[in-house]
């Protein structure tokens, strides 16, 4: 049975960081993709970030370039996704998800296992 765990998250102010963690049990992430999405109240889950399986290749959204840093140890079997210089618009359900299906990072429907999520919340 795969479990994706994620943890970190928590309650920054402006300015601040946070390091998510997470963790997969039940497979070997080494030949995964990895993503972060993240859902705030009342909108659409959106992508972040992710990070390819095999060169690891590192992709973010416009709006987290050069603040976020998307990273995987395949030997613990874990991805991590530090941010900094945070927002109060990066506020959100942050969720790590493992990308099982071919194309595109970036398209949910691409990652067949998830975690339950972390919450992220900045303060201004």
């Known amino acids: 049975q795969v479990q994706v765990v994620e943890s970190g998250g928590g309650l920054v102010q402006a300015g601040g960081s946070l390091r998510l963690s997470c963790t997969v049990s039940?497979?070997?992430?080494?030949?995964?993709?990895m993503g972060w999405f993240r859902q705030a109240p009342g909108r659409e889950r959106e992508w972040v970030s992710c990070?390819?399986?095999?060169?690891?290749?590192?992709y973010y959204r416009s709006s987290v370039k050069g603040r976020f840093t998307i990273s995987r140890d395949n030997a613990k079997s874990t991805s991590y996704l530090q941010m900094n210089s945070l927002k109060p618009e990066d506020s959100a359900m942050y969720y790590c998800?493992?990308?099982?299906?071919?194309?595109?990072?970036?398209?949910?429907?691409?990652?067949?296992?998830w975690g339950q999520g972390t919450q992220v919340t900045v303060s201004s």
């Open positions: 990070i390819t399986r095999s060169d690891g290749l590192t």
């Open positions: 039940g497979l070997s992430i080494d030949v995964y993709g």
């Open positions: 998800a493992v990308k099982t299906g071919a194309g595109s990072c970036a398209i949910a429907p691409n990652f067949g296992y």
